[in-house]
């Protein structure tokens, strides 16, 4: 079973080499990268590594425009990430590298690349990036850290002393097949590398040429909503509203250094004046939905709340808000629903067959940890199921 299993793989692998062969001969290094990485997460051969290395160095991509405005750089970055394309890694890597080397980078526009790049595909070109940032001394870095880059690490790399990292590695190297050395592959591997010395690729475009966001602070907001968990964008935003004049600005801020431990008492007190004032404009379109006195913010944005809706045409009102983007807690009243943009969503509390309905219908959940559940009355009484579209 087990050799049937390595054959199988090895078969895979061979179909994979040969179709970036024949991309490669064909010009496209696009798609050609795009296999290889395919082959390497089946099976991390150090030879793969090195053609994809070696791929990644002659692909005509452009590469990405450095701004001296910390904010637009670092939107323009994120904006070549959002395809997920391989053959943008490397331009990414290279203005990541250079980013975390300017002293002036504000460290959350490095930890906002970092959170990008961990959530790309497998990728040995980051895998390796993160394995040296991990003694980088502008970086405190974690075994929670590593155990999110696991599915990048390159078990070839040459890390030594620390152990965690020993045993990732280990892990990943289980992942080669016994008879991967078979001599089925050598050809391939052989031609593969002929292909990218002598191959003449197209031209890659950018997918993304401006970065998002940068024309309106209606427009920084939406891209919050987009990415609720990327921390960047919102302190982004912030710095926006502060030269605004707007006190919502000033509030991120504040509960930023909340989360960070940095809150002075005068800065706790100016947080609980901000939000006395100005909380029911910064729920937007939630406010009506909502118990106002239930409701806390995180990192300047609603977190938790008790939602109010007890009819199914008020919960079709409210289920498509932005706004629920940014909440992780929610206690439902009458009706409940779970809905694709409640992207953040981690409690789910008081969930009727409605909600649990919606659940079931979503392509994508969200990073849900606990749901309890209710019996309404209406299902009690043996009515219809109504789900929200």
Request: glycine content about 6%; proline content about 6%.
């Amino acid at each position: 079973m087990a050799h049937r299993r390595s054959t199988r793989k090895i078969n895979q692998l061979a179909a994979l080499l040969d179709d970036a062969a024949a991309r490669l001969e064909a010009g496209d290094g696009d798609s050609a990268i795009t296999l290889l990485l395919q082959a390497w997460e089946r099976a991390r051969l150090p030879s793969l590594t090195r053609l994809i290395e070696a791929l990644s160095d002659r692909l005509p991509v452009e590469p990405i425009e450095v701004s001296t405005d910390q904010q637009k750089r670092f939107l323009q970055w994120r904006a070549r990430a959002g395809p997920r394309r391989a053959a943008d890694v490397g331009p990414l890597l290279a203005e990541f590298t250079d980013a975390l080397e300017n002293d002036r980078a504000r460290s959350y526009f490095v930890r906002g690349r970092l959170k990008v790049l961990r959530a790309l595909p497998p990728d040995p070109r980051i895998g390796r990036l993160l394995l040296r940032l991990f003694d980088h001394p502008r970086m405190e870095l974690s075994n929670d850290y590593l155990q999110g880059a696991k599915r990048h690490i390159d078990p070839y790399t040459n890390i030594t002393g620390h152990l965690y990292v020993g045993e990732l590695i280990e892990a990943q190297t289980r992942q080669r097949p016994k008879g991967l050395e078979a001599e089925n592959l050598a050809p391939k591997l052989t031609r593969l590398e002929a292909a990218i010395e002598t191959a003449s690729l197209d031209p890659i475009a950018p997918l993304a040429d401006e970065a998002p966001g940068l024309e309106s602070d209606e427009a920084m907001l939406a891209a919050v909503y987009a990415n609720p968990a990327d921390d960047a964008l919102r302190q982004i935003y912030a710095d926006r509203l502060i030269e605004l004049g707007e006190p919502h600005g000033e509030f991120i801020t504040l509960q930023f250094q909340r989360a960070a431990g940095t809150l002075s008492p005068e800065g706790a007190r100016r947080e609980v004046s901000l939000l006395a004032k100005h909380h029911v404009t910064w729920l937007g379109a939630l406010a009506p939905f909502v118990r106002k006195s239930s409701v806390t913010f995180e990192k300047g944005f609603v977190a938790h709340v008790s939602c109010t809706c007890k009819r199914v045409f008020e919960a079709k009102q409210t289920a498509q808000l932005t706004e629920w983007a940014t909440v992780k807690d929610v206690v439902f009243d009458k009706i409940s629903f779970i809905t694709p943009t409640m992207k953040s969503l981690e409690i789910a509390n008081n969930v009727n067959a409605f909600g649990v309905d919606t659940l079931i219908a979503l392509d994508t959940l969200p990073p849900l940890k606990g749901l309890s559940l209710t019996v309404s009355s209406a299902q009690s009484k043996g009515e219809p199921r109504t789900c929200i579209d």
